[in-house]
Nanobody, 124 residues
Framework: QVQLVESGGGLVQAGGSLRLSCAAS????????MGWFRQAPGKEREFVAV????????YYGDSVKGRFTISRDNAKSTVNLQMNSLRAEDASVYSC?????????????????WGQGTQVTVSS
């Protein structure tokens, strides 16, 4: 079965950086679009970033543009999210997700496969 396992979350000071990783198994990774979403308590799940199968196309949510970078390594079946200049409002549970389709997918409902999430806490 498909498994997505995130890692790299933790506590960081505002202005600092974190790198999240998501290891995928049970799917033909290079055929899947990979996305990152986040959800804070009491809020809707929010689109963060998405990357195409080849890695050549990426999209970002407005709140993270210029600070976060998504990348993937198809040989290792991993997708990463480099987060710089973190702010208090970036604190959330971050989850990776996979879909077989086009990269222009920023809504959670378009992703059938999800990881369990990793907590990111930002102290001010």
């Amino acid at each position: 079965q498909v498994q997505l396992v995130e890692s790299g979350g933790g506590l960081v000071q505002a202005g600092g950086s974190l790198r999240l990783s998501c290891a995928a198994s049970g799917l033909s990774f290079r055929s899947y679009v990979m996305g990152w979403f986040r959800q804070a308590p009491g809020k809707e799940r929010e689109f963060v970033a998405v990357i195409s199968q080849s890695g050549g196309t990426t999209y970002y949510g407005d709140s993270v543009k210029g600070r976060f970078t998504i990348s993937r390594d198809n040989a290792k079946s991993t997708v990463n999210l480099q987060m710089n200049s973190l702010r208090a409002e970036d604190a959330s549970v971050y989850s990776c997700a996979a879909r077989f389709g086009t990269v222009d997918a920023t809504t959670p409902a378009k992703y059938p496969y999800w990881g369990q999430g990793t907590q990111v806490t930002v102290s001010s």
